[in-house]
T-cell receptor
Framework: GQQVMQIPQYQHVQEGEDFTTYCNSS?????IQWYKQRPGGHPVFLIQ?????EVKKQKRLTFQFGEAKKNSSLHITATQTTDVGTYFC??????????FGDGTTLTVKP | DSGVTQTPKHLITATGQRVTLRCSPR?????VYWYQQSLDQGLQFLIQ???????AKGNILERFSAQQFPDLHSELNLSSLELGDSALYFC?????????????FGPGTRLTVT
């Protein structure tokens, strides 16, 4: 079945440093979504990418969808303490089912 | 506030018991999804309902079952509970059953099996 791998599992950064998490699917995806879960909270939708090679930006966050639609990345520029949490990607396969990655947990040291 | 409600917030029960978790989707959303999140784990998709009918099935155990009622609220039933079933159970809703729409998550129900 479809597998979605996320790396790294954990990332510790100093405030102001950049952060990137990568998402890789075993199969071609129809789309990919990114969610953020704050400690003790629930996942919150960030963005959806649909087109091959698509790049979207939200302030300091940059999302990319690979040309082959099998991988994606989320890059945060100049992290802040408010960025802490776990970032999940969710890939929608051709069977119409979304598979979540295991997430990357970001901690930011002030 | 996502607009998705889940009850109860916390549930403590013993092995072998049965519990029911309840979810009310956002107003107007027809799809309901259930997920299990164990400690420091990712989100495991369990099952999806769309307008009362089962739409997709994930890694849901036979001891677990769910349904969506005519008023669109959903219940997840967990029976013959085991220690390993202790987890956070999230419900999410979306406006569509087949299109890639964003999902809105509820606050979750934390289940502890002792």
């Amino acid at each position: 079945g479809q597998q979605v791998m996320q790396i790294p599992q954990y990332q510790h950064v100093q405030e102001g440093e950049d952060f990137t998490t990568y998402c890789n699917s075993s199969t071609t995806l129809s789309n990919i979504q990114w969610y953020k879960q704050r400690p003790g909270g629930h996942p919150v939708f960030l963005i959806q990418l649909v087109k091959s090679g698509e790049v979207k930006k939200q302030k300091r966050l940059t999302f990319q969808f690979g040309e082959a639609k099998k991988n994606s990345s989320l890059h945060i520029t100049a992290t802040q303490t408010t960025d802490v949490g776990t970032y999940f990607c969710a890939g929608l396969g051709n069977a119409g089912k979304s598979t979540f990655g295991d997430g990357t947990t970001l901690t930011v040291k002030p | 506030d996502s607009g998705v409600t889940q009850t109860p917030k916390h549930l403590i029960t013993a092995t072998g018991q049965r519990v029911t978790l309840r979810c009310s989707p956002r107003s107007g959303d027809l799809s309901v999804y259930w997920y299990q999140q164990s400690l420091d784990q990712g989100l495991q998709f369990l099952i999806q309902y769309y307008n009362g009918e089962e739409r997709a099935k994930g890694n849901i155990l036979e001891r677990f079952s769910a349904q969506q009622f005519p008023d669109l609220h959903s219940e997840l039933n967990l029976s013959s509970l085991e220690l390993g079933d202790s987890a956070l159970y999230f419900c999410a809703s979306s406006s569509s059953g087949s299109l890639p729409h964003e999902q809105y998550f509820g606050p979750g129900t934390r289940l502890t099996v002792t």
